[in-house]
């Protein structure tokens, strides 16, 4: 479904249980991201209702996970640090093409925005597997199918306002590149991406 075309490196899941508060604390921060995204997206393209609409209760939920991944660092006794770069994203967003039509625009921001939904639900699919808290994989089985939602979402969204086949060739050109940014990056335990 998500069509990743290289899988996060299998090793990466054992490092990322040995620094499980690095993790969480990564992850709150990737969740308030999500969450501010969103909120720049409504304000910046808030003459496309339909992804006013569709974003604003995304906006509450993402939100809402900062909260829970919070929940879950204060409970086994982890401390809430300062946010790191996110070398990811950051190299994500060189691929996003500027100019063009605001439409133009705003579906290269919904395909990146996708594309890091994706690789949230693959990585969280992964730990809710082989994590051996039983409620960390509890918690992230429930995270994942939500991050799956919100890919589907940015996708069909961006198909609405663009058309499926210019949409389609598009994110082929965005999964593409996003392997080589992760073939670039070197496999941390402490990052979610």
């Known amino acids: 479904m998500l069509h990743l075309k290289l899988p996060t490196d299998p090793r990466w ?97 919904l395909l990146m925005n996708a594309l890091i939904e994706a690789r949230s639900c693959e990585r969280f699919k992964i730990l809710s597997k082989h994590l051996s808290d039983q409620e960390l994989k509890n918690f992230y089985y429930e995270l994942m199918i939500s991050e799956a939602g919100h890919y589907v979402n940015f996708i069909e969204l961006a198909r609405k306002i663009r058309g499926e086949e210019k949409v389609n060739e598009r994110w082929q050109e965005w999964l593409s590149y996003e392997a080589e940014v992760i073939k670039s990056l070197q496999i941390r335990g402490d990052r979610m991406h």
């Open 13 to 109: 899941v054992n490092i990322a249980e040995m620094n499980i508060e690095d993790i969480l604390v990564d992850h709150a921060y990737c969740e308030q991201k999500a969450a501010s995204s969103c909120i720049s997206l409504i304000i910046n393209f808030h003459e496309f209702h339909e992804l006013v609409d569709m974003l604003t209760p995304v906006v509450a939920e993402e939100w809402a996970h900062f909260e829970r991944v919070l929940e879950q660092i204060r409970k086994r006794g982890f401390v809430f640090g300062k946010p790191r770069k996110d070398e990811y994203v950051v190299k994500l967003s060189e691929f996003v093409r500027k100019g063009g039509s605001r439409a133009d625009q705003l579906v290269e921001h």
